[in-house]
């Protein structure tokens, strides 16, 4: 059994008490007062984005192994472009995945999302030169 450490808020007086106690009594003073549920900055919306961000950022990465694989197995430099949807969905998903990770941290009171904000700019940054990539290919502009 968990034991959670605390102090009486009318006398201060050390205490000790199981982690499932809602209700507390003093022993010194006989006062009773409500524990604080502990606070979980991390839900499972978090967890969940972390998941999609990290499944959407192997599915960009397969792009960079298999667009030469396939290039000098066909010798065929345009069969490159059938493989940037692989790396648009991928680049989308782990976009998705940063973006309920911030949206967690920030509803849950965490200001701290400039990683995800990065990871953001950077998967925005891609998906432009993708789409770039696309339609500069035979110059359709």
Request: glycine share 12%; aromatic share 12%.
């Amino acid at each position: 059994m968990d034991m959670i450490f605390g102090a009486c808020p009318e006398c201060d007086t050390k205490l000790r008490c199981p982690e499932s106690a809602t209700l507390i009594r003093c022993p010194n003073c006989e006062h009773e007062f409500q524990t604080a549920l502990p606070y979980n900055p991390k839900t499972q919306l978090y967890f969940t984005g972390k998941r999609c961000f990290v499944i959407g950022l192997l599915i960009f990465l397969s792009y960079f192994g298999l667009a030469p694989m396939i290039a000098f197995g066909t010798g065929n430099g345009l069969v490159i472009l059938f493989l940037i949807p692989i790396a648009l969905g991928g680049s989308i998903v782990s976009m998705v995945g940063l973006s309920l990770m911030s949206y967690d941290k920030f509803s849950n009171g965490n200001r701290r999302i400039v990683g995800e904000l990065v990871g953001i700019g950077t998967c925005l940054v891609i998906l432009f030169w993708l789409y770039q990539t696309l339609t500069g290919f035979n110059g359709i502009v």
